[in-house]
């Protein structure tokens, strides 16, 4: 296993791939582009954007690892079970058009990871198989720090990170759990409470969106100093793989706050978490949100947004909107079609996430 997920000539493909998507990353400075005048950039003909040719575009359709051992009781195995796996994919690096990274993502508790180690009960509905989480009792406000050194759910992660770095591969990525955001940690955690709390009782909601923030800095910051430099990828690694040294946060509630809300209360701890990173980072979309590109047009460490399902929708928003150097990931599905992301990017600035045949 060792051999093939360390055969240098794998580890080149992927590179190669990688190095592309850097250049789409470095194409232009921050500085320039957060001073240049929205709705215009200067590659770009008044007309609309220039066409890049069909066989340039950036395509990402990545592979996961699996496991059949119990991951809540043999992380290590299950991480082994999932290296293995992935050595017989290892010739889909050699695809030219789509890159295809191979990723370990170790997740647990789904998008509750954050909660549980809050103190929220998590459980799985039997009918849907999906992980849910229980309000926590307490009031906004009351919060308690978690002690990390004592916490089940954290030592269980850091178990299956230390078991894929003693692997020794290098090929693979290590996708992160869903380190998520204070926004969507506190409406997990608190419902609608942490919504009114904002209104009435502002500084007791900021006390706790901020506990959030600290705990999910100290988990990117543990993740940075243990996983390879060049292995590391947040969240869903193999679809939304950035260049080394981007981070990661889920915007997903965003939709549910206004933009005075976002930008004094929100936007400053988001822009907390990204900056773990030394490139800054992505946002993950999947709803209406686009009163907040003002904010986070002027937000330096946001160098990507991440579109799916009723945020795709919005694309022709976001390319136009955003700084000329916040690239956009766009998930292809039966409202946004390839043929439509290209009507309106011409393929610039635009990395195309599905299967494109």
């Known amino acids: 296993m060792t051999t093939a997920l360390n055969d240098p ?14 250049a789409i990353f470095g194409a232009r400075s921050v500085d320039k582009a957060v001073d240049q005048p929205a709705n215009r950039r200067d590659d770009q003909p008044a007309g609309g954007p220039k066409g890049r040719p069909r066989d340039q575009l950036f395509i990402l359709n990545g592979i996961y690892g699996s496991g059949q051992a119990d991951p809540y009781t043999e992380p290590e195995l299950w991480v082994n079970q999932a290296l293995e796996s992935l050595v ?29 180690i809050l103190g929220a009960e998590v459980y799985v509905d039997e009918t849907s198989r ?21 916490d089940s759910t954290w030592r269980l992660a850091k178990r299956a990170a230390l078991e894929f770095v003693r692997s020794g591969a290098k090929l693979p990525y290590f996708g992160l759990p869903t380190l998520s955001s204070a926004l969507n940690t506190a409406v997990n955690i608190y419902g609608e409470q942490i919504l009114v709390a904002m209104y009435e009782r502002p500084e007791a909601a900021r006390r706790d969106l901020q506990i959030i923030t600290d705990l999910i800095c100290e988990l990117h910051a543990w993740y940075r100093a243990n996983i390879p430099f060049s292995q590391l990828q947040p969240v869903v690694a193999a679809h ?39 490139n800054g980072g992505m946002i993950h979309l ?12 002027d937000m330096k460490s946001l160098r990507a947004v991440q579109l799916n399902d009723r945020a795709a929708l919005d694309l022709e928003a976001y390319f136009h ?9 766009a998930n292809l599905f039966d409202g946004m079609p390839l043929e439509k992301v290209l009507e309106i990017t011409g393929g610039e600035r635009v990395v195309i996430v599905g299967d494109v045949k």
Not at 89 to 114: C, M, S
Not at 245 to 270: E, H, K, W
Not at 321 to 329: A, K, N, P, T, V
């Open 286 to 297: 999947c709803g209406s949100h686009t009163q907040h590109i003002p904010v986070w047009r």
């Open 9 to 22: 000539q794998y580890i080149e493909m992927r590179d190669r791939h990688m190095a592309r998507l850097s």
């Open 321 to 329: 909107g955003l700084r000329d150097d916040q690239i956009i990931y």
């Open 240 to 278: 939304r793989t950035q260049p080394p040294g981007f981070g990661q946060i889920c915007g997903c509630t965003t939709q549910l706050v206004s933009p005075s809300v976002y930008r004094d209360m929100i936007a400053p701890l988001d822009d907390q978490v990204l900056s773990v990173y030394p």
């Open 130 to 150: 999906q992980w849910y989480n229980r309000y926590c009792e307490h009031e906004v406000g009351e919060l308690a720090h978690p002690d990390l050194d004592s």
């Open 88 to 116: 017989s994919k290892v010739d889909l690096l050699r695809d030219q058009v789509t890159f295809r990274p191979l990723a370990v993502e170790y997740g647990p508790y789904g998008v509750h990871f954050i909660d549980r």
